[in-house]
């Protein structure tokens, strides 16, 4: 029971900074490597698709610019640095399937 209350905090913890962010998104090539880290990763829970250590949905996860991956030993993938200069991102008008497009302005995470 522990387990799943520590999941809850962390799935809300990761709503609200995206939430907080303006809900920026990642580009579809960002998603894509994420979501193969996820698949591959022996945490996934693949019966229903969530992450063993945060209890997040990783297809959701794996979107959200400001999401990071909770594993400290192997991080798999970080959050994506956004826009310059503290400049917020911008979604594109016709972003109404909620899908993984974004502006410009969103930044590939550092190498
Ligand atoms: S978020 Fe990280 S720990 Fe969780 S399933 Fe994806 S790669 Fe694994």
């Known amino acids: ?49 969530r992450c063993g250590l945060c209890g997040c949905l990783v297809e959701h996860k794996a979107k959200w610019a400001t999401s990071s991956c909770p594993d400290k030993e192997v991080v798999r993938w970080e959050p994506v640095k956004i826009g310059e200069a503290g400049k917020q991102v911008k979604l594109k008008k016709d972003d109404k399937d909620n899908n993984t497009e974004t502006s410009d302005e969103v930044q590939p995470p550092a190498e």
């Open 1 to 49: 029971m522990k387990e799943g209350i520590k999941m809850f905090k962390n799935f809300v913890k990761e709503v609200a900074a995206y939430a907080k962010a303006g809900a920026p998104h990642v580009t579809p090539h960002q998603y894509k490597k994420r979501i193969n880290a996820c698949m591959e990763c022996p945490h996934l829970r693949k019966e229903v698709d």
